[in-house]
């Protein structure tokens, strides 16, 4: 079951805040209600995050609206982290985020 959030607070995340910022206003197609999880890693690599109740994200579809919304943001993430198109999913903290279909 998906779900559509619309991020409304910058994420949780180790990248910079004006690229946590970026996605604050974007509506994205969640794999499903919040739940509690450890993301494998920081975006740049830093230490795993605590666990938290987070909504699921495919990678792919998410970074298609960043970059078609913020292509700064996009672009960041794309020099910063090479390897983004290998990604299956990212979270987004639950706090940071409404669902608004679904």
């Not at 970059?67 to 903290?93: G, L, T, Y």
């Amino acid at each position: 079951m998906s779900i559509t959030i619309r991020v409304e607070k910058a994420p949780l995340g180790d990248n910079p805040e004006w690229v946590r910022e970026a996605w604050v206003g974007l509506e994205i197609v969640a794999m499903g209600p919040a739940e509690m999880s450890r993301p494998q890693s920081g975006i740049c690599g830093g230490p795993p995050p605590p666990v938290i109740r987070c909504y699921r994200v495919p990678a792919g579809p998410a970074f298609k609206v960043l970059e078609r919304e913020r292509p700064e943001a996009h672009a960041w993430f794309v020099r910063m982290c090479p390897d983004m198109d290998k990604w299956n999913s990212v979270a987004f903290n639950e706090e940071c985020a409404v669902v608004v279909d679904g």
